[in-house]
């Protein structure tokens, strides 16, 4: 089908809630992508911090087709042995003792404030509260948007959940200010995505993990978009020593095969129980392979060490273009997640990067961000920079 025809039949069908860019990717390779009209891309975006292993990686491929050969579901009434060697794995690699798989972020956000509320249940002593940051994002099931501190994502959707406390993210006078003692836990990403590549000053999530500590408060990090190597190591709490009671986890984990999972100390388990929580298709035959087989190859020895490198590289190169174009205010840059906060809205930017063959996004009005699969090159970082300049100058 040509692009149109595609168009055609979506307009008619779908209910249009994404303002679809009319494109119609059919083919992906690495760090390239095709769309309907056969014209390539450089992808930058990674399906949103999703395919960091690039587009079709042959480990991933092989699994799921071998798997989808065997078995694809038949739900978590049964033991199911990809997914106990995917948590067994996890295990291994992070803090947590023990792994729910679900389908999403934000079911692994849901999953995370059901588990926390419970847990204080569990104890006799319920704290319902549960804080989260202003800008953060969190996903977009109704638990997860309240958490979410962007107004314009509850429009419509009021009365949102309550309970559900908000403080200045990066701000550990402001967190201290919010915290009565029926607060049971506190959410957090370890770098704000959506909204705007947020990075935390020096020591910030440190203090987080001491207040919590000192207040008896569950401490949720939602490393939804962070994790799975994004930052330049598997999970980027790990980088100031920092661990939580729970975690979030999808996007990278399955390489674009929807999973989603929530991990967890031993303790913190205790606030579910059979019965207490689910989810049909979570950590099913087909996904848990996938994943299993994406954690794998991220946890090659100086995998990350060299999307850490890259990562600087890219963000050197955005800097340098800092100094030749005063639109650009600031670049901030945590591993290969990366934002240019810009004095005016990005959208045209990013519409004219997408015209020249180079798929990348905005985070929030003014922040133009890129998510490219960990395995980019210097060459391609080379070649974006050079029509990222292109288009600053008409910008």
């Known amino acids: 089908m040509t692009t149109a025809e595609i168009q055609a039949l979506n307009d008619a069908h779908i209910i249009n809630t994404y303002g679809t860019r009319k494109i119609a990717m059919q083919r992906g390779d690495g760090m390239r992508l095709w769309d309907a009209d056969g014209r390539e891309y450089l992808d930058f975006f990674a399906g949103i911090a999703v395919v960091n292993l690039g587009h079709c990686p042959a480990s991933v491929t092989e699994a799921i087709t071998e ?99 908000k403080f200045d993210y990066g701000d550990i006078a402001a967190l201290e200010a919010a915290v009565t ?22 020591g910030y ?16 990090f939602d490393e939804v978009q962070t994790g799975l190597g994004r930052t330049g190591s598997l999970f980027a709490h790990t980088q100031c020593g920092v661990t ?7 996007k990278g984990l399955g390489n674009g095969v929807p999973i989603g999972a929530l991990g967890c100390t031993a303790e913190a388990a205790t606030g579910f129980s059979v019965g207490s929580h689910a989810a049909t298709f979570g950590g099913n035959p087909l996904c ?21 490198e890259v990562g600087a590289y890219f963000a050197e190169g955005l800097r340098g273009l800092a100094e030749k174009f005063d639109t650009i205010l600031e670049v901030r840059a945590a591993g290969l997640m990366i934002g240019v906060e810009m004095t005016k809205p990005v959208g045209p930017l990013v519409a004219a990067m997408i015209d020249s063959g180079v798929i990348c996004g905005p985070a929030g009005p003014n922040v133009l961000r890129f998510l490219p699969p960990l395995i980019v090159s210097k060459e391609d970082i080379d070649t974006v920079l050079s029509k990222l300049e292109t288009e600053l100058g008409a910008f």
Request: some cysteine; overall charge negative.
């Open 205 to 220: 999530l440190e203090a987080v993990r001491k207040l919590c500590d000192d207040k008896g408060i569950l401490l949720i």
């Open 67 to 165: 798997q989808a050969r065997t078995l694809v579901h038949v739900s978590n009434l049964y033991y199911i042995e990809p997914q106990v060697k995917l948590a067994a794995l996890l295990c291994e690699k992070t803090f947590a003792d023990q792994w729910f798989f679900c389908n999403s972020g934000a079911e692994s956000v849901e999953a995370a404030i059901k588990l926390a509320r419970r847990y204080w249940a569990q104890k006799g002593t319920p704290k319902p509260v549960i804080l989260s940051a202003n800008e953060s994002f969190h996903g977009r099931t109704i638990g997860a948007v309240t958490a979410t501190g962007q107004p314009k994502y509850h429009e419509g959707f009021e009365p949102m959940l309550s309970d559900m406390g």
């Open 181 to 202: 003692d029926k607060v049971g836990a506190v959410l957090l990403e370890p770098i704000q995505g959506e909204g705007g590549v947020r990075i935390p000053p020096k």
């Open 288 to 308: 848990s392979a996938a994943a299993l087989a994406t954690v794998t190859a991220l946890t090659e020895p100086g995998f990350f060490e060299a999307a850490a």
């Open 244 to 250: 939580p009671d729970i975690m979030t986890v999808a």
